[in-house]
């Protein structure tokens, strides 16, 4: 039996997406960054030597999709040089051509703070743009990204980020924007959706994020079950914008409210995995950190995390591409165990959740650290991310439907 089918057989699912960090350092001190503020001031590098043995593994495998993204992400990539990114992309395509199935497709995307940008990197995002996805993270006007999104010193921001994605427009380069919700935001979403709005022409999709835990220190950078009705009047005003835009002629594109509804209109429809399962499916993305540790189910997972779950002291880390092969990793015990603990999760949504046929998943962490086990259901993350979107998503097609039908 090869490894395709002892993989399978194991119910482990095919590699999409590589997440690699090519370093942990970070030129700013955004206020609600999920990296320790150790790691973001350490100026490790992933050795291309590592980048070439892990990728060797991976392809000599053959437990890839027929596509494959490669993501730069989690710590600052654009302060290592472009010079790093043209030798790792020249690496993994050659071996992708000796290794790697004929049909199988492999793609870069990097996620940048945007401070960095110049004209040696348009050049570089210019050279590669036919395999490169470029991310830019923005939380919207100044007065709402600058109190967060700071330097080392404390200092705003904002405007080298807008001169960065302005060199990008002059270069013809389009990106993607991440734009993380404060409840700072949520007092302004018209400005927030304005400032997006008037950069549309430049970008190839638009995003904003609620943080992904509601559990911070700081009132604003915080959310509870309280919090439902402001947000759900977020939701409701930038919906209002974006269709009033729409029917002044102007396209622009939110991928919440897209994908939310492409999540509706599937419901019960959706086969084989439900959104929950596809999110969360073992291997489907795969972490590798700048000292070689490899942790998988969702994007960006640390080896921090519920450090002493699995006895060994090293989270859901399936063990370090330095002193374990991929293939020991993915055949493991650890594995199988953190399977079945998110197959529970997954079990106990599925049973008390009318939400479920429409949540994106990745809640397994939270819920654990909120009630201490994996068997339990709703979190104020999942009331806020999903609930109440959702419901506001359903408000919206319903009022559209009733002036149809009008």
């Not at 790792?88 to 940008?117: C, H, M, S, W, Y």
Request: with cysteine.
């Amino acid at each position: 039996m090869n490894n395709h089918a002892i993989y399978s057989s194991l119910g482990l699912s095919p590699v999409e997406m590589v997440i690699l960090q090519g370093t942990s350092f970070c030129n700013l001190n955004c206020k609600y960054c999920d990296l320790s503020v150790e790691g973001r001031k350490t100026r490790t590098t992933m050795e291309l030597s590592l980048v070439e043995r892990f990728f060797d593994e991976l392809f000599r495998g053959g437990f890839v999709a027929p596509e494959v993204l490669v993501l730069w992400h989690s710590g600052e990539p654009l302060t290592l040089p472009p010079a790093y990114y043209d030798e790792a992309i020249e690496r993994i395509l050659r071996l992708k051509d000796e290794l790697a199935p004929k049909n199988v497709e492999v793609r870069f995307a990097i996620q940048t703070n945007g401070v960095l940008i110049n004209e040696e990197w348009c050049r570089f995002f210019r050279r590669h743009a036919d395999r490169l996805e470029l991310g830019v993270s923005c939380d919207g006007p100044d007065e709402l990204h600058d109190l967060f999104r700071v330097n080392w010193a404390g200092k705003s921001t904002h405007a080298q980020v807008v001169h960065g994605m302005d060199l990008l427009h002059e270069h013809g380069i389009r990106y993607k924007i991440i734009a993380v919700v404060t409840r700072q935001t949520l007092r302004e979403p018209e400005r927030f959706y304005e400032f997006f709005f008037n950069r549309r022409e430049q970008l190839s999709g638009f995003h904003f994020n609620i943080l992904a835990d509601g559990n911070s220190a700081d009132w604003d950078l915080s959310y509870s079950a309280k919090d439902q009705a402001a947000y759900r009047s977020f939701y409701r005003r930038m919906l209002q914008l974006n269709q009033a835009s729409h029917d002044e002629g102007h396209s622009f594109s939110i991928l919440n409210f897209e994908q939310g509804i492409a999540r509706i209109l599937a419901g019960k429809s959706a086969s084989a995995l439900s959104f929950v399962e596809q999110a969360s499916a073992p291997l489907r993305s795969i972490n590798l950190d700048a000292s070689g540790n490899v942790t998988t189910f969702y994007a960006g997972l640390s080896v921090n995390l519920l450090p002493g779950e699995y006895g060994d002291g090293q989270g859901l880390s399936l063990g370090n591409v330095l002193t374990m092969s991929l293939d020991e990793m993915f055949r493991s015990d650890k594995l199988q165990r953190i399977m079945s603990d998110f197959a529970r999760s997954t079990r106990a949504c599925r049973e008390s959740c009318e939400y479920f046929s429409v949540c994106p998943g990745g809640f397994e962490i939270l819920k654990k650290q909120a009630h201490g086990t994996f068997e339990a259901s709703e979190t104020k993350e999942c009331l806020i991310h999903v609930k109440t979107l959702v419901d506001v998503l359903l408000d919206d097609i319903h009022a559209h439907l009733e002036l149809k039908a009008c």
